[in-house]
């Protein structure tokens, strides 16, 4: 068998690169070893500026829609703001990575779920022991996918962990995103309303693992959920990447989850999934019509679109580790909640692109972290442990 493009998982990112790449006329390849749909640990949040990098609405598998940030100090200071526009869309990766997997399926890609995997090099892989020659293979397999290894890419990740489950639904959320800063160190636990549940976690620097059960339960008896109603808890690790890991190499390159595009303060991949497939396509369009050597377009892509966000969030991390109140003093401001809103929203590009009295704000907590210790040095070494 003979593909254009194989993209190596259907998660997000590799779902809507197919989607992409199929739309533009060409022959994608999309394999998976898990049949669909199917869980996938994740708080499920969709920001406003992921769902407008898409080229459609994911509205048939969003359950709920928040406007309301709930925001807390390790259980002490709180704030609460509305925003004027939804903040995020909340949904189930079983829906969703589900409901892109088909969009993709429907745009002319050849979907194939449930199969065996293996042999993945930068021309070709096997999948259920049929050989597949393709012209570029993409690896999207997630943080705990083989692909990029087999193909001599990504590796330099540091990686955080998270704990989660769901519990019966609780109307008092409905609408509103539940923050908890520094209830685990490196990061913050959350309450996510789904359509008949609530998703509660807890997520930190990767020393934190012996410590999220605990953590967990006590940020369900702070918010009056039931600690021993949990279904489906899971745990997982959140992949970050630094920047001298390799994302594209010839006919080759990594996307996603499996690149280590995961932000390190909030700990969002779905932005950067749908980002690094929409940076993609043009790279692999001009490799396969013959106007490029190869896919290193695309790490460059990737320098100049995500790399500023990726340091920006090691900033916020390392001020709100080494000096929380006075951060959260600053992040509580109003104006500094605008300056949120509106980059969640998609309506501001980049923290630093912030004018007027929001980007007086937004330079104050820098400020913090340059004293707390550089962001960009956050950026090149692994986070603070505890």
Request: charged share 25%.
């Amino acid at each position: 068998m003979e593909v254009d493009v194989a993209i190596v998982g259907g998660g997000p990112a590799g779902s809507t690169a197919a989607y992409r790449l199929a739309t533009a006329g060409t022959h994608v390849l999309v394999v998976d070893r898990t049949a669909f749909p199917r869980d996938k640990p994740c708080g499920g949040g969709v920001t406003g500026r992921a769902a407008r990098l898409l080229p459609f609405s994911i509205e048939p598998v969003v359950e709920d829609v928040v406007d309301r940030l709930d925001c807390r100090l390790r259980y002490g200071p709180r704030f609460v703001r509305r925003a004027r526009a939804p903040l995020a869309l909340m949904t189930q990766r079983r829906r969703l990575d589900h409901f892109l997997l088909r969009k993709a399926a429907e745009a002319g890609a050849d979907v194939r779920d449930g199969v065996k995997v293996a042999d993945v090099r930068a021309d070709s892989l096997t999948v259920d022991g049929e050989e597949v020659q393709a012209r570029i293979v993409l690896a999207a397999d997630g943080c705990n996918g083989t692909a990029a290894r087999a193909l001599g890419l990504g590796g330099d990740i540091v990686h955080g962990v998270a704990l989660e489950a769901n519990y019966p639904y609780d109307a008092r959320y409905r609408g509103t995103m539940v923050v908890a800063i520094g209830v685990v160190h490196g990061g913050y636990g959350w309450i996510f309303p789904k359509g008949d549940h609530v998703n509660v976690g807890v997520g930190g620097n990767e020393s934190e693992a012996p410590h999220l059960r605990a953590r967990l339960r006590r940020l369900c008896e702070e918010y009056g959920v039931d600690p021993d109603a949990a279904r489906d808890l899971r745990g997982y690790r959140l992949p970050m990447r630094r920047p001298t890991s390799s994302l594209a190499r010839g006919s080759a390159a990594v996307l996603g989850d499996a690149a280590g595009l995961v932000d390190p303060f909030s700990g969002d991949g779905m932005y950067e999934a749908f980002l690094s497939s929409l940076l993609i396509v043009e790279p692999a369009l001009d490799l396969l019509a013959g106007r490029a050597a190869g896919l290193e377009p695309y790490e460059q892509a990737v320098a100049r679109r995500i790399t500023p966000l990726t340091a920006a969030g090691w900033g916020a991390k390392v001020a709100f580790e080494r000096f929380p109140r006075t951060t959260f003093a600053l992040a509580r401001l109003p104006i500094t909640f605008r300056a949120l809103e509106k980059l969640v929203q998609g309506d501001l590009g980049h923290p630093g692109a912030a004018a007027g009295l929001e980007k007086g704000a937004i330079r104050l907590i820098y400020a913090v972290a340059r004293h707390a210790g550089d962001p960009g040095r956050a950026f090149k070494a692994a986070p603070a442990q505890s």
